[in-house]
Nanobody, 128 residues
Framework: QVQLVESGGGSVQVGGSLRLSCAAS????????MGWFRQAPGKEREGIAG????????YVADSVKERFTVSQDKDKNTLYLQMNNLDPEDTALYYC?????????????????????WGQGTQVTVSS
């Protein structure tokens, strides 16, 4: 079992930046595939970024890779999503999620249906 708590969302204007955090607790000494996801009103949840908890190779969706960066601080058991040059299209509820896995399984941005543990989400609103 792992518990995930997101923070760092808020309201920003076009071109602004936010850094989302996801604090993990529980069974965290195992290897986990971690990911950031978002869901805008009326749209399906989509994967944005992925990272393996041991080793830390990162993956970011093509749609945001020029602006978003995923990272982790293992000492703090925290996952981050740095979002720059935000656009109103980025307005969504952002989630982090995890699934216990081997490193080979965590290759690429994970699919929402494959993740087992979810945080409650943090809202990001970008206004023009």
């Amino acid at each position: 079992q792992v518990q995930l708590v997101e923070s760092g969302g808020g309201s920003v204007q076009v071109g602004g930046s936010l850094r989302l955090s996801c604090a993990a607790s529980g069974d965290i000494y195992r290897g986990y595939c971690m990911g950031w996801f978002r869901q805008a009103p009326g749209k399906e949840r989509e994967g944005i970024a992925g990272i393996y908890s041991i080793g830390g190779r990162t993956y970011v969706a093509d749609s945001v890779k020029e602006r978003f960066t995923v990272s982790q601080d293992k000492d703090k058991n925290t996952l981050y999503l740095q979002m720059n040059n935000l656009d109103p299209e980025d307005t969504a509820l952002y989630y982090c999620a995890a699934r216990a896995s081997a490193a080979w399984w965590c290759s690429g941005v994970p699919l929402p249906r494959n993740m087992n543990y979810w945080g409650q989400g943090t809202q990001v609103t970008v206004s023009s």
